[in-house]
């Protein structure tokens, strides 16, 4: 068993915080921070950061691809627009073929559109171009899921993008590094297994919890200093 680097996700998201904190400044005027969050968990972690940096809150609804009968494997992801990210080994997994990408693809289409409603009914799209975006999740995988929201993200105008992860996959992140203007990630175990085995609790995080915390931030339109990586980082 790996060991326990975190009790929760709300822990998790404070050392994140620190983290930022730590190796961010503050110059000069600019657009408020925007915190984009993968649902479900990684809200929990968002909504922290949000808090600790004085930014705004939303998700980016990204979706990953179920491996035939292993469900708890992604073979990739889907953006919200619809656009699919394969990890590398998918195609060598039996079942995976044209007829069951399809079939998956519309099921986790119908999925982000069943969330999208949801959540926007509660906290419309905030604006992404020209803003520092600081993108999380609990921790990282395969990566295909976060590929897929960085690419929306990009697509949206983001001035600049900072991959902000309690922890995740050593091989994985050196992929997510290359994609966006920054990486931060608090641990990358050398025999990462997956990653609610590095939490101490590692609850479901339920659709009702996501509609609360994005209730709580509401649409802000107040500027703040935009976060740029510090020279002396």
Known sequence: MPDVMFLDREQ?????VARLRDRCRVPGAGARPLVLAIPRGGVEVGAV????????LDVVLARKLRAPGRPELAVGAVSEEGEVVFNSFARSLPGVDDAWIDTERALQMA???????MFRAVRPQAPIAGR?????????????????AL???????????????????PERLATIERLCDRLECLEQPRD???????????????????????????????????????ASA
Do not use: C, H, K, N
């Open 111 to 117: 999925e982000i559109a069943r969330r999208r409603a």
């Open 12 to 16: 998790a998201g404070w050392l994140l």
């Open 192 to 230: 990462f297994i997956a990653v609610g085995q590095y939490y101490r609790s590692f609850e479901q995080v339920s659709d009702e919890r996501v509609v609360v915390l994005l209730r709580e931030f509401g649409v802000a339109s107040t500027p703040w200093p935009s976060l740029q990586a510090s």
């Open 49 to 56: 950061l949000a808090r600790g940096l004085s930014a705004d």
């Open 132 to 148: 520092t975006v600081i993108l999380t999740d609990d921790g990282l995988a395969t990566g295909a899921t976060m590929i897929a």
């Open 151 to 169: 690419r929306t993200v990009r697509a949206a105008g983001a001035e600049r993008i900072i991959v902000a992860l309690p922890v995740g996959s």
